[in-house]
Protein backbone atom coordinates (compact mmCIF):
# COMPACT_ATOMS: atom_id res chain seq x y z
CA UNK A 1 0.00 0.00 0.00
CA UNK A 2 1.09 3.52 -0.70
CA UNK A 3 0.23 6.24 1.22
CA UNK A 4 1.22 10.16 1.79
CA UNK A 5 0.55 12.65 4.39
CA UNK A 6 1.11 16.72 4.65
CA UNK A 7 0.88 17.08 8.26
CA UNK A 8 0.39 21.09 7.82
CA UNK A 9 -3.68 22.42 6.71
CA UNK A 10 -1.76 25.41 6.31
CA UNK A 11 1.85 27.46 6.24
CA UNK A 12 1.86 31.33 6.52
CA UNK A 13 5.02 32.90 5.09
CA UNK A 14 5.90 36.23 4.47
CA UNK A 15 6.78 37.61 1.47
CA UNK A 16 10.34 37.05 0.82
CA UNK A 17 11.12 34.92 3.40
CA UNK A 18 12.32 31.05 2.60
CA UNK A 19 8.93 28.47 2.62
CA UNK A 20 9.08 24.60 2.79
CA UNK A 21 5.30 22.33 3.01
CA UNK A 22 6.07 18.98 4.75
CA UNK A 23 5.67 15.80 2.98
CA UNK A 24 6.24 12.38 4.21
CA UNK A 25 5.46 8.81 2.18
CA UNK A 26 5.18 5.18 2.59
CA UNK A 27 5.73 2.94 0.26
CA UNK A 28 6.83 -1.28 -0.31
CA UNK A 29 9.03 -0.28 -2.89
CA UNK A 30 11.05 2.95 -3.63
CA UNK A 31 8.70 6.02 -4.70
CA UNK A 32 8.15 7.69 -6.97
CA UNK A 33 7.49 11.65 -5.63
CA UNK A 34 5.56 14.81 -6.97
CA UNK A 35 4.57 17.82 -5.81
CA UNK A 36 1.51 19.71 -8.00
CA UNK A 37 -0.08 22.82 -7.29
CA UNK A 38 -3.51 23.96 -7.41
CA UNK A 39 -4.68 27.75 -7.66
CA UNK A 40 -8.51 28.78 -6.65
CA UNK A 41 -11.17 27.17 -9.40
CA UNK A 42 -8.44 25.21 -11.26
CA UNK A 43 -6.89 22.11 -11.91
CA UNK A 44 -3.76 21.12 -10.61
CA UNK A 45 -0.67 22.16 -12.22
CA UNK A 46 2.66 19.65 -12.08
CA UNK A 47 5.85 21.79 -10.47
CA UNK A 48 7.94 19.16 -9.99
CA UNK A 49 8.88 15.17 -9.53
CA UNK A 50 11.81 12.40 -7.80
CA UNK A 51 12.03 9.45 -9.37
CA UNK A 52 15.85 8.99 -8.90
CA UNK A 53 19.08 10.42 -8.96
CA UNK A 54 19.91 13.25 -7.10
CA UNK A 55 18.06 13.96 -3.73
CA UNK A 56 17.83 17.82 -4.55
CA UNK A 57 15.11 18.10 -7.49
CA UNK A 58 14.21 21.46 -9.14
CA UNK A 59 11.06 22.54 -10.78
CA UNK A 60 8.70 24.98 -11.88
CA UNK A 61 8.37 28.92 -10.52
CA UNK A 62 11.64 28.51 -8.31
CA UNK A 63 10.59 25.50 -6.42
CA UNK A 64 12.93 22.60 -5.35
CA UNK A 65 12.06 19.83 -3.32
CA UNK A 66 14.75 17.28 -1.56
CA UNK A 67 13.91 13.75 -0.72
CA UNK A 68 15.25 12.13 1.93
CA UNK A 69 15.35 8.10 2.14
CA UNK A 70 15.60 7.67 5.77
CA UNK A 71 13.09 9.87 6.89
CA UNK A 72 10.58 8.80 4.17
CA UNK A 73 10.14 12.69 3.23
CA UNK A 74 9.65 14.74 0.18
CA UNK A 75 9.63 18.18 1.63
CA UNK A 76 8.77 21.32 -0.68
CA UNK A 77 10.74 24.32 -0.47
CA UNK A 78 11.57 27.83 -2.18
CA UNK A 79 14.13 30.22 -0.70
CA UNK A 80 12.08 33.39 -1.70
CA UNK A 81 8.21 33.68 -1.10
CA UNK A 82 6.16 35.58 -3.62
CA UNK A 83 2.62 36.49 -2.89
CA UNK A 84 1.46 34.72 -6.16
CA UNK A 85 2.79 31.37 -4.63
CA UNK A 86 -0.24 31.83 -2.18
CA UNK A 87 -2.26 28.22 -3.50
CA UNK A 88 -2.87 24.68 -2.31
CA UNK A 89 -0.06 22.25 -2.81
CA UNK A 90 -0.36 18.60 -3.03
CA UNK A 91 2.15 15.52 -2.50
CA UNK A 92 1.87 12.25 -4.63
CA UNK A 93 3.53 9.34 -4.19
CA UNK A 94 3.64 6.28 -6.73
CA UNK A 95 5.42 2.84 -5.39
CA UNK A 96 7.43 1.84 -8.49
CA UNK A 97 6.86 -1.84 -7.79
CA UNK A 98 4.18 -3.58 -7.62
CA UNK A 99 2.65 -2.42 -11.08
CA UNK A 100 0.34 0.19 -9.97
CA UNK A 101 0.66 3.49 -12.03
CA UNK A 102 -1.46 5.57 -9.81
CA UNK A 103 -0.20 7.68 -7.50
CA UNK A 104 -1.48 8.55 -3.79
CA UNK A 105 -2.28 12.16 -3.47
CA UNK A 106 -2.04 13.74 0.05
CA UNK A 107 -4.83 16.44 1.35
CA UNK A 108 -3.25 19.50 0.37
CA UNK A 109 -1.47 21.94 2.57
CA UNK A 110 -2.69 25.64 2.01
CA UNK A 111 0.11 28.56 1.44
CA UNK A 112 -0.53 31.76 2.22
CA UNK A 113 2.09 34.41 1.60
CA UNK A 114 1.59 37.75 3.25
CA UNK A 115 3.03 40.79 1.93
CA UNK B 1 -3.02 26.03 -19.33
CA UNK B 2 -2.96 22.11 -19.78
CA UNK B 3 -4.52 21.68 -22.99
CA UNK B 4 -7.31 19.77 -20.98
CA UNK B 5 -10.63 20.75 -20.91
CA UNK B 6 -13.17 20.06 -19.16
CA UNK B 7 -17.35 20.33 -19.52
CA UNK B 8 -19.37 21.61 -17.96
CA UNK B 9 -17.66 23.63 -15.56
CA UNK B 10 -20.68 23.93 -13.05
CA UNK B 11 -23.59 21.11 -12.70
CA UNK B 12 -26.61 21.03 -10.16
CA UNK B 13 -28.21 17.47 -9.96
CA UNK B 14 -30.92 15.87 -7.19
CA UNK B 15 -30.34 13.07 -5.66
CA UNK B 16 -31.30 9.44 -7.51
CA UNK B 17 -30.70 11.74 -10.88
CA UNK B 18 -27.68 10.40 -13.48
CA UNK B 19 -24.96 13.11 -14.76
CA UNK B 20 -22.18 12.84 -17.44
CA UNK B 21 -19.06 14.86 -17.79
CA UNK B 22 -16.82 14.94 -20.17
CA UNK B 23 -12.87 15.12 -21.25
CA UNK B 24 -10.68 16.31 -23.93
CA UNK B 25 -7.24 14.64 -23.27
CA UNK B 26 -3.88 16.73 -24.21
CA UNK B 27 -2.95 16.24 -27.91
CA UNK B 28 -0.77 13.53 -28.27
CA UNK B 29 -1.88 11.19 -25.08
CA UNK B 30 -3.35 8.41 -24.40
CA UNK B 31 -4.17 7.50 -21.14
CA UNK B 32 -6.90 9.56 -19.24
CA UNK B 33 -7.74 9.39 -15.31
CA UNK B 34 -10.70 10.86 -13.47
CA UNK B 35 -10.39 12.18 -10.07
CA UNK B 36 -13.09 13.21 -7.31
CA UNK B 37 -11.97 16.10 -4.89
CA UNK B 38 -13.94 16.64 -2.15
CA UNK B 39 -14.34 20.10 -0.26
CA UNK B 40 -10.31 20.33 2.07
CA UNK B 41 -9.61 16.43 0.80
CA UNK B 42 -6.74 15.55 -2.22
CA UNK B 43 -7.66 14.31 -5.26
CA UNK B 44 -8.74 10.23 -4.79
CA UNK B 45 -8.51 8.21 -7.81
CA UNK B 46 -11.91 6.86 -9.41
CA UNK B 47 -10.70 5.27 -13.16
CA UNK B 48 -8.00 5.22 -15.59
CA UNK B 49 -8.55 4.68 -19.48
CA UNK B 50 -5.69 3.27 -21.59
CA UNK B 51 -6.63 2.39 -25.42
CA UNK B 52 -10.79 2.29 -24.63
CA UNK B 53 -10.13 0.06 -21.53
CA UNK B 54 -10.30 0.54 -18.14
CA UNK B 55 -7.09 -0.53 -16.22
CA UNK B 56 -7.30 0.91 -13.08
CA UNK B 57 -10.21 1.85 -10.26
CA UNK B 58 -10.20 3.52 -6.96
CA UNK B 59 -12.38 2.62 -4.24
CA UNK B 60 -15.70 3.91 -5.87
CA UNK B 61 -18.95 2.02 -6.66
CA UNK B 62 -20.07 0.65 -10.21
CA UNK B 63 -22.54 3.33 -10.43
CA UNK B 64 -19.29 5.21 -11.11
CA UNK B 65 -18.47 4.39 -14.74
CA UNK B 66 -16.32 5.55 -17.58
CA UNK B 67 -15.71 5.44 -21.30
CA UNK B 68 -12.52 6.32 -23.66
CA UNK B 69 -13.18 7.24 -27.59
CA UNK B 70 -10.66 6.21 -30.18
CA UNK B 71 -9.83 10.23 -30.13
CA UNK B 72 -8.81 9.37 -26.35
CA UNK B 73 -11.48 11.65 -24.93
CA UNK B 74 -13.74 10.37 -22.21
CA UNK B 75 -16.73 10.52 -20.01
CA UNK B 76 -17.45 10.05 -16.33
CA UNK B 77 -20.74 8.57 -16.01
CA UNK B 78 -22.51 8.68 -12.40
CA UNK B 79 -25.79 6.99 -11.83
CA UNK B 80 -28.33 7.46 -8.69
CA UNK B 81 -26.76 10.60 -7.66
CA UNK B 82 -25.83 10.50 -4.12
CA UNK B 83 -25.13 13.97 -1.62
CA UNK B 84 -21.86 12.73 -1.07
CA UNK B 85 -21.11 13.13 -4.63
CA UNK B 86 -20.91 16.84 -4.57
CA UNK B 87 -17.57 17.20 -5.26
CA UNK B 88 -14.70 18.93 -8.42
CA UNK B 89 -14.35 16.21 -10.50
CA UNK B 90 -11.09 16.05 -12.19
CA UNK B 91 -9.58 15.00 -15.68
CA UNK B 92 -5.95 14.06 -16.29
CA UNK B 93 -4.32 13.23 -19.22
CA UNK B 94 -1.05 11.40 -19.66
CA UNK B 95 1.04 9.41 -22.00
CA UNK B 96 1.71 5.60 -21.51
CA UNK B 97 4.97 4.59 -21.82
CA UNK B 98 8.26 3.81 -20.21
CA UNK B 99 7.40 5.78 -17.42
CA UNK B 100 3.65 5.43 -17.02
CA UNK B 101 1.91 8.27 -15.23
CA UNK B 102 4.82 10.59 -14.35
CA UNK B 103 3.28 13.60 -14.96
CA UNK B 104 -0.24 14.23 -15.33
CA UNK B 105 -2.14 17.35 -16.85
CA UNK B 106 -5.42 17.99 -15.35
CA UNK B 107 -8.44 19.70 -16.29
CA UNK B 108 -9.71 22.47 -14.34
CA UNK B 109 -12.31 20.56 -12.74
CA UNK B 110 -16.03 19.89 -13.06
CA UNK B 111 -17.77 21.57 -9.97
CA UNK B 112 -20.99 19.15 -9.62
CA UNK B 113 -23.19 19.99 -6.70
CA UNK B 114 -26.35 17.02 -5.82
CA UNK B 115 -28.97 18.52 -3.89
Redesign the interface.
Known sequence: AQSVAQPEDQVNVAEGNPLTVKCTYSVSGNP?L?W?VQYP??????LL?Y?TGDNLVKGSYGFEAEFNKSQTSFHLKKPSALVSDSALY?CAV?DSSGG?????????TSLIVHP | E?G?T?SPTHLIKTRGQQVTLRCSSQSGHNTV?W?QQAL??????IF?YYREEEN?R?NFPPRFSGLQFPNYSSELNVNALELDDSALY?C?SSSWGA???????????TQLSVL
Open positions: YFYNRGLQFKIFRSYIPTFGRG | TVQSYGQGPQFQGGLARTNEKLFFGSG
